[in-house]
């Protein structure tokens, strides 16, 4: 089956995208490009473009070394390094793998950081990571962009005004000091147009879940979605392409009432539908995708795909505002929002997407997603009167995954949905 | 021809089977601690709830004779007891031979005569103990399992021995109870309920002239009735016996559900999850219920349920056992003490220790720690029955705390300390109106939930 994904254009766009983003990066000692280490959440990725230089996602690089199965051992490293057993697996995996070598997904080396640019949302490990990785390379300059917390539910201007103000202060002055370029406001525009166009593809192929049997699932193939808007690609012409395709092929699969496509084909029925809130694990992500469609469960919404800048909710980068859209895209990431807005943002979500459970999955090693996930669970449960469900695992730490607990947890959530099908049925 | 509906909860202590008729009503139990695979598990308990079913239903047909005749009722629960010796007496014979093939394959000259002789004579008297404790005590109502009843008497017995002869002694029994456990042994029924009436007959018998302070059990004036009376109610309850030993119990529909259920021969529709099944059981025991705390042997569960009985959400531990029955087990082996005791002991606290660990294994250490420093063995027991049940509560809580009726369910339940410390902590936390339900069966309510699930799904 995996043959048949593969045919798949959209996907096959994406593989050769990511490709030669890696086969820059690791030309970037001979082309002279310089490199920016940032973070997916709240990631100002067009303003790094403009300066024509090339962004590595730390997260990113350990999701995927999660995925290749070699995370367990850069974990190992790490702790060796002296990080205790509680610390972020990203952040663990991400400092095993420099220590190893710093080889990416592609098998090609990254280089090293010309800058660091913390853009912090909502994640307190961000800091802390930084300052690692400011020790492994010393001397390198650290920007920092603080995005302050939705604590009141709203963006004020005072707070678009302070993050304006960081980003001509601070962290302009220091991107174009690393690259030797001056800031380009024409053409951040440029690019910012077509992020703009990519976030109204986002929101439309996001919303196709609507439709019944959904074409797509949210989650598994929801990461896969977000992957160029959250790594690099956003404003750039071939992200604008490849939105467009995945776009074409999803309202294909709607025009032919087709499921979404697993790893092992087209989901045939339909049974369940879920909106998932919290990171997926990677390190068994198949086995772990595999435990929902084997039993019909598709996921209709996740708050996962919404950790590099929520849409849904109206907002879009304003091209002539060039930094203001900046500042308020960071404000509105998913782990910048407060928990009320998240318990909105969710239950929209189900309400919307006709959702039949809400699950969390609960990530061991990730406070910043962790907290508040109770509270948002029984908020849901007593508003919606929705079947709730909770697993535990983690990122990319291989020793969390137990199978049969959440295989065992998963079984009892679906039957708990199917008997509440059975009982609407009758009534 | 009445319908009847099976459930079976195989955990991963204890495997649980219960049988309901078409109105919901609990007619058959059974239970067993086998660690052989789930298959003999399933049977061992099917069939024992088969047997208590005759019982059930003999007592339900002759419900009015039983309300007129005291005598009746009585006789019928010594025919039980009776019937529960006999299948001990089998187990044990075969056990016997266990032993003596353990002690062929293991020992040899004058060792292998000299242990050989010790087991002979620890054999030789645990028969006549426990049919005595059958006949005279309530061993039958205490849900022993087999395991138990031998070992608690075997223990004694290895040591009063010569020390040298202590490991041997107990070598052979540690290699050969689970043999036997795990074998599925089928009984008879007609064949064992008749066996226990002749023997009946001879305890009345010879119970026939003596006066009441000669029996050794004190005055009984069911007891007393019988005496004189027993040869005609033999002859009037011959017949009815011999109707339910021939009644074919016919399972229309089952329902399997816990750990083992995976592995159960059942169709996939017949299989449900523990969390569904628990919850329906306590639900139907007590319509009210919106909270189900359940401490099995290796997990613990809060479940919320709806109105019909539904499960909205449920909590289980992943990381940890320490709040599982598990816990209680390796505690008593720490111990050195039987599960049954350690509850009762844990009772007598007079200055319940206060347990920090927040791990099975080490708590052990904490253990050994404060027993040095000289705290007394029910103190510190308390403390650990509330550890354990501290770490319930923060599940509870974490599931969204107790909004209305609250049950306890599972084995755990049966401890009364456990009880204790879940009923005070509850109230404490959720409010003093807070009604507390637990049932005798509590440890059948997985079991309860399957069957009831079959007679729906039929």
Avoid at chain 1, 229 to 242: E, K, M
Avoid at chain 1, 400 to 419: A, D, P, T, V
Avoid at chain 2, 25 to 41: F, K, L
Wanted: charged share 25%.
């Amino acid at each position: 089956m995996s043959k048949e994904v593969a045919k798949e254009r959209s996907m096959i766009i994406q593989k050769e995208m990511i490709t030669r983003q890696f086969k820059e990066l690791s030309m970037a000692g001979e082309t002279g490009k310089k490199v920016v280490y940032t973070f997916v959440p709240g990631n100002i990725s067009e303003l790094i473009l403009s300066f024509d230089m090339l962004p590595v996602y730390p997260e990113i690089n350990a999701l995927q070394s999660g995925m290749r199965k070699k995370s367990g051992g850069y974990i190992r490293d790490a702790e060796q390094h002296g990080h205790s057993e509680d610390v972020c697996t990203y952040v663990k995996c991400d400092v095993g793998m420099m220590l190893s070598g710093n080889i990416g997904p592609t098998g090609e080396k990254i280089p090293k950081p010309d800058l660091l640019l913390l853009s912090y949302t909502g994640c307190f490990t961000f800091m802390k990571w930084f300052e690692t990785l400011e020790r492994l390379y010393p001397g390198v300059p650290v920007a920092m962009l603080h995005t302050p917390y939705q604590e009141a539910h709203k963006i004020t201007p005072e707070m678009t005004a302070y993050m304006v103000k960081q980003l001509k202060e601070e962290v302009i002055p220091k991107m174009e000091k690393v690259s030797g370029n001056k800031y380009d406001e024409e053409k951040l525009k440029s690019i910012l147009r077509n992020s703009s166009k990519v976030e109204d593809y986002i929101v439309k192929i996001f919303d196709t879940t609507k439709h019944r049997p959904s074409p797509i699932d949210a989650y598994f193939a929801g990461v896969y979605y977000i992957g160029p808007i959250n790594s690099g690609f956003r404003g750039t012409p071939q992200a604008v392409d490849y939105y467009a395709e995945l776009y074409k092929e999803i309202l294909e699969r709607i025009d032919n009432k087709l499921g979404p496509i697993t790893p092992e084909g087209v989901m045939e029925e339909e049974r369940f539908r879920l909106v998932v809130e919290g990171p997926p694990n990677w390190t068994h992500f198949r086995e772990f995708w595999k435990l929902f469609y084997d039993m019909g469960a598709v996921i209709v919404a996740s708050s996962y795909t919404k950790v590099g800048g929520v849409y849904d909710m109206g907002f879009r980068v304003n091209p002539d505002k060039p930094l203001e859209s900046l500042a308020e895209y960071c404000m509105n990431c998913y782990t910048n929002l407060n928990l009320q807005q998240r318990v909105d943002l969710l239950s929209k979500c189900i309400t919307d997407y006709h959702a039949d459970g809400f699950l969390v999955n609960s990530i061991k090693s990730c406070n910043s997603f962790s907290a508040g996930q109770l509270m948002i669970m029984q908020k849901l449960e007593r508003k919606l009167e929705i079947p709730i469900g909770f697993i535990e695992s983690d990122l990319v730490d291989p020793r969390y995954f137990s199978y049969s607990n959440i295989k065992n947890r998963l079984e009892s959530f679906f039957q708990m949905l199917e008997q509440r099908k059975m009982m609407n049925i009758q009534s | 021809m009445k319908k009847y509906f099976l459930g079976i909860d195989l955990g991963s202590t204890t495997s649980k089977a219960i049988i309901i008729d078409d109105n919901d009503r609990i007619i058959g139990r059974g239970i067993t601690n086998t660690r052989a695979n789930y298959t003999v598990a399933t049977e061992i308990a099917r069939l024992e709830a088969i047997y208590n079913a005759r019982f059930s239903l003999l007592k339900m047909k002759l419900e009015d004779e039983i309300e007129s005749k005291p005598e009746y009722k009585r006789y019928i629960k010594d025919v039980e007891s009776i019937f529960q010796y006999l299948q001990f007496k089998r187990r044990l014979d075969r056990l016997n031979v266990q032993f003596r093939d353990t002690i062929d394959s293991t020992f040899s000259g004058e060792k292998k005569d000299k242990i050989s002789g010790f087991v002979d004579r620890i054999v030789k008297e645990i028969g006549p103990a426990v049919l005595n404790e059958y006949l005279t005590g309530n061993l039958g109502q205490k849900n022993q399992f087999f395991r138990d009843i031998i070992s608690e008497k075997y223990n004694k017995d290895v040591n009063a021995l010569p020390k040298d002869y202590f490991e041997p002694t107990m070598l052979v029994y540690d290699k050969s109870i689970s043999h036997v456990e795990n074998e599925l042994t089928e009984y008879d029924f007609r064949d064992l309920v008749y066996q226990a009436m002749e023997l009946l007959n001879d305890k009345y018998s010879g119970m026939d002239d003596s006066s009441p302070e000669e029996t050794g059990v004190g005055f009984d004036s069911e007891l007393n009735l019988l005496k004189g009376n027993y040869k005609h109610i033999y002859d009037s309850l011959k017949e009815h016996i011999s109707f339910v030993a021939n009644l074919d119990i016919h399972i229309t529909n089952m329902v399997g559900t816990g750990y083992g259920r995976a592995l159960l021969p059942f169709p996939e529709k017949s299989i449900r999850s523990e969390i569904l099944c628990h919850a329906f059981g306590a639900h139907a025991v007590f319509p009210n219920t919106r909270t189900v705390l359940d401490i099995g042997g290796q997990d613990t569960k809060a479940i919320q349920v709806d109105s019909h009985g539904l499960v909205t959400s449920f909590y289980m531990n992943d990381r940890c056992a320490a709040g599982c029955g598990r816990y209680l087990g390796y505690i008593a082996d720490e111990f050195s003490i039987s599960l049954n005791e350690l509850g009762p002991l844990a009772m007598e606290a007079t200055n319940e220790v206060n347990i920090c660990s927040t791990c099975t294994v080490f708590a052990a250490a904490e253990i050994r720690e404060l027993l040095n420093v000289g705290q007394k063995r029910s103190d510190i027991l308390a403390g650990l029955h509330r550890a354990i049940v501290m770490r319930a509560m923060s599940l509870l809580a974490r599931s969204g705390g107790v909004r209305n009726e609250f049950t306890f369910t599972g084995g755990v339940a049966r401890n009364q300390a456990v009880l204790k410390y879940v009923s005070d902590l509850v109230l404490q936390n959720y409010g003093k109106d807070i009604t507390i339900n637990v049932h005798t069966d509590s440890i059948f309510m997985g079991a309860l939930g399957g069957a009831m699930f079959a007679r729906r799904g039929a």
